[in-house]
């Protein structure tokens, strides 16, 4: 079975700084999805980035990015010139190529934006 | 469009109560999946549904859990002779198809606290 792990329980970034959440996984398939979602205090999950294992150029959305290293399955996420609306938890999330399968997800990272 | 949404937002129940909740996703979306979220752990999967075929139970903690969705649309999740390792945010999810590569959209959750 896949498993995902955040080693960084906390975080915290001055606002307007680079931080970088770090998110490992386990598998023996060669081709997946990783995930990043954002869950804020309204608990909604929000998808902030998606990176396809075949893919090898690393995915950016606007100021987040992530370092996708197949070879060492490790998948972070860059949040670059850092906003108070940034702060939330942030969750790495692994989905296999198969059909009908569902996200496993890492425990979560709290990011803390420090004005 | 509307979002998934999911009611009560929050339940408070005794012990040995069953509770019922439910989960209207995105018009359209054929793939329904509920999750768990305890404290301090990242989300774990329950149960899955994808249009008209059997539902993934492989999930589901015990068999006080179980879980319908009517006419491939809202769902509900029933949780019977509730104990206090229940208490969580139920969260639900809909995606546009079961493609691994489709986005899941989440609803803000049910926060259920058994007393």
């Known amino acids: 079975a896949q498993t995902v792990t955040q080693s960084q329980p906390e975080m915290s970034v001055q606002e307007a700084e680079t931080v970088t959440l770090s998110c490992t996984y386990d598998t023996s398939e060669s081709d997946y999805y990783l995930f990043w979602y954002k869950q804020p205090p309204s608990r909604q999950m929000i998808l902030v980035i998606r990176q396809e294992a075949y893919k090898q150029q690393n995915a950016t959305e606007n100021r987040f990015s992530v370092n996708f290293q197949k070879a060492a399955k490790s998948f972070s996420l860059k949040i670059s010139d850092s906003q108070l609306g940034d702060a939330a938890m942030y969750f790495c999330?692994?989905?296999?190529?198969?059909?009908?399968?569902?996200?496993?997800f890492g425990k979560g990272t709290r990011l803390s934006v420090i004005a | 469009g509307a979002g998934v949404s999911q009611s009560p937002s929050n339940k408070v129940t005794e012990k040995g109560k069953d509770v019922e909740l439910r989960c209207d996703p995105i018009?359209?979306?054929?793939?329904l999946y509920w999750y768990r979220q305890s404290l301090g752990q990242g989300l774990e999967f329950l149960i899955y549904f994808q249009g008209n075929s059997a539902p993934d139970k492989s999930g589901l903690p015990s068999d006080r859990f179980s879980a319908e969705r009517t006419g491939g649309s809202v769902s509900t999740l029933t949780i019977q002779r509730t104990q206090q390792e229940d208490s969580a945010v139920y969260l639900c999810?809909?995606?546009?198809?079961?493609?691994?590569?489709?986005?899941?959209?989440f609803g803000p959750g049910t926060r259920l606290l058994v007393l």
């Open positions: 999330a692994y989905r296999s190529p198969r059909g009908n399968t569902p996200l496993v």
């Open positions: 999810a809909s995606s546009q198809s079961p493609y691994p590569r489709e986005t899941q959209y």
């Open positions: 018009s359209g979306h054929t793939a």
